[in-house]
């Protein structure tokens, strides 16, 4: 075993988050920092999302995803970063000590004075969904069939059938279409679109890809391989309505049924949860329930965007290298987030006066109601409004977002700590 | 009053994705917008009954690369009719390692000013 080396950050995950956290990192503390990876190359889930769709908030441009974590794997090079590839993260301690390990190195014991946790998040399989039938090849989740077409080149079928309306199950659809494969369907459970409509547009509608809403898989038929699907239609109470099954012939089942933070070693090290994002409870500086542990993008809170998650990333780097500095960031002040009606979700779940601070003034939160109108958005303390703003339309798939104003953190200055709720109206 | 055709459209100009809602004449003029949130609706709107485009966004095969493939995309929307063309055309295409973000791929295919361009970096593995 290596002796114990110190840093100043470490950083566990190479994807969007991480980048941005080590790179925001380097440049406020100009630190020892420390990147870990567990795959052989930097981008996380990105150089595989080879669709366009990146970078319309942060550089006002429109980038595929290789080229979009290119620009940050560049400036993060270009910087005294220590990146370790194909090293896995065993476990960390609250003591910001990390474990890990690797073929070259072997087991490593390393120090840090703060760490920020960038993980990202993980598919939901067909077990954790119960789909029936029998356990035959040719079911795969999105993204690992977004893996085989993009990155290992190979096709999973020729005939594919699609569980789950999520952006990547659309633009999963319309890839297999462009490598020459058929689509039959996509099915979607819920009597909506689950993800971005102008995904529906330029993945489904363009290539001619029927979608079934409130449609499910009742069976799945063949022994080795799969022969087909049958599809049932539901009722508003999700019960399958019989006479409605349909047989898809078809060799492959792709599903897109959401995605999971991935949190193991942050549950380990005694990082409190949130039950809902199922992600760190992080404060408006992303720092989590334990001092000088800092968590950013995917594995706080499922985004839509990527620009996002580097943006939670900066601020994550950010805070981390000033937590590192011995600056007072102090996560007993606050006030408490909590999401009330109409809201699934929203981060931070602690708001820190940062009024004299450019930084950690957004609220981030989720839709779990679908409002085509005019909507509300207000932060309530008892009775009192102390934030609103106004929104065309709540849907659960697209996020939204509110930087405090300069009066709304006054406000919350006077009203110091207590417990705020998040409702749409 | 000569023939009124009306139209939907979801703006693929930003994620924000806003659903329009369009009166046209029989020349196909504008004559009631609402939906949009930015000037980028009208605009969008416009160039979907005129001359719909989209960007298309593929991959290529690579040799002696440290993966087999390329991330390809047009930067530049192509005619909407004509995305599985040049994709059934990309499947033919066989690049040498190493490729660069940038690298032209194809170049003014079919006369048409559109480009092929990669979009990530395979590193040769020799």
Redesign the interface.
């Known amino acids: 075993m290596e002796t114990t080396k110190q840093y100043d950050v470490i950083v566990i995950g190479g994807g969007p988050a991480g980048m941005a956290a080590a790179i925001k990192a380097y440049e406020e503390g100009k630190g020892k920092v420390l990147i870990i990876e567990r795959n052989d190359s930097l981008g996380g889930i990105l150089p595989q999302c080879i669709h366009n769709g990146f970078g319309a908030v942060n550089f006002d441009r429109d980038y595929p995803g290789p080229q979009y974590a290119y620009m940050y794997e560049k400036k993060l090079r270009s910087y005294d970063i220590e990146i370790l590839l194909d090293t896995m993260v065993l476990e960390i301690s609250a003591e910001k000590e990390v474990y890990a390990m690797n073929s070259a190195m072997g087991y490593l014991h390393l120090q840090s004075k703060a760490i920020v946790l960038a993980m990202g998040c993980r598919e939901r399989t067909r077990s954790q969904i119960r789909l029936p039938g029998t356990r035959a090849a040719g079911i795969y989740t999105a993204g690992t069939a977004q893996r085989l077409v993009n990155i290992e080149g190979y096709m999973p079928g020729k005939r594919i059938v699609i569980l789950g309306s999520g952006d990547i199950g659309m633009i999963m659809a319309r890839r297999f279409t462009i490598e020459g494969a058929k689509v039959l369907s996509v099915l979607e459970l819920q009597p909506f679109l689950t993800g971005l409509r102008r995904n529906y547009v330029q993945c489904l509608q363009d290539y001619g890809i029927p979608l079934h809403l409130s449609t499910t898989v009742n069976k799945i038929m063949g022994a080795d391989r799969v022969e087909a699907i049958e599809t049932i239609q539901v009722d508003e109470q999700y019960n399958p309505i019989e006479g409605s099954e349909e047989i898809l012939e078809c060799d492959t089942l792709v599903l897109s049924v959401g995605l999971i933070p991935e949190n193991e070693i942050s549950r380990k090290a005694g990082v409190k949860l949130d039950r809902r994002t199922n992600g760190p409870i992080v404060d408006s500086y992303m720092m989590t329930s334990i001092p000088g542990i800092f968590a950013a993008g995917n594995v706080t809170f499922v985004y839509d965007l990527v620009d996002y998650v580097s943006q939670a990333g900066e601020l994550a780097g950010l805070n981390a290298a000033r937590y590192a500095r011995n600056e007072r960031i102090d996560s007993q002040l606050g006030i408490r987030l909590k999401p009330g009606r109409n809201v699934g979700s929203v981060v931070p779940q602690k708001i820190m006066i940062t009024k004299n601070d450019e930084t950690g003034t957004s609220i981030t939160l989720r839709p779990n109601a679908l409002i085509e109108h005019r909507v509300t958005v207000e932060l309530k303390y008892g009775d009192e409004t102390v934030v609103s703003f106004k929104e065309q339309y709540a849907r659960p798939a697209e996020m939204m977002f509110h930087k405090l104003k300069e009066k709304e953190l006054a406000r919350l200055e006077e009203i110091k700590s207590g417990e705020l709720t998040a409702v749409i109206s | 009053m000569s023939n009124i055709e009306q139209r939907t459209d979801?703006?693929?100009r930003?994620?924000r994705?806003?659903?329009i809602h369009t009166v046209l004449n029989d020349k196909h003029e504008i004559l009631k917008m609402e939906g949009n949130?930015c000037k980028l609706g009208p605009e969008y709107v416009k160039q979907e009954i005129e001359d719909p485009r989209?960007?298309?966004?593929?991959?290529v095969?690579v040799r002696n690369g440290v993966?087999?493939?390329a991330?390809v995309?047009t930067p530049q929307a192509i005619p909407?009719a004509m995305?599985?063309e040049l994709?059934?055309e990309s499947?033919t295409i066989e690049l040498d390692a190493p490729v660069h973000?940038g690298d032209i791929v194809l170049s003014n295919w079919k006369g048409l000013g559109i480009d092929l361009v990669a979009?990530?970096?395979v590193a040769s593995n020799t």
């Not at chain 2, 989209?54 to 991959?59: A, F, G, K």
Request: glycine share 6%.
């Open positions: 979801i703006c693929l930003c994620p994705g806003c659903e949130n989209r960007i298309l966004p593929t991959s095969r993966r087999p493939l991330p995309w909407k995305l599985l994709a059934a499947r973000v979009s990530g970096e």
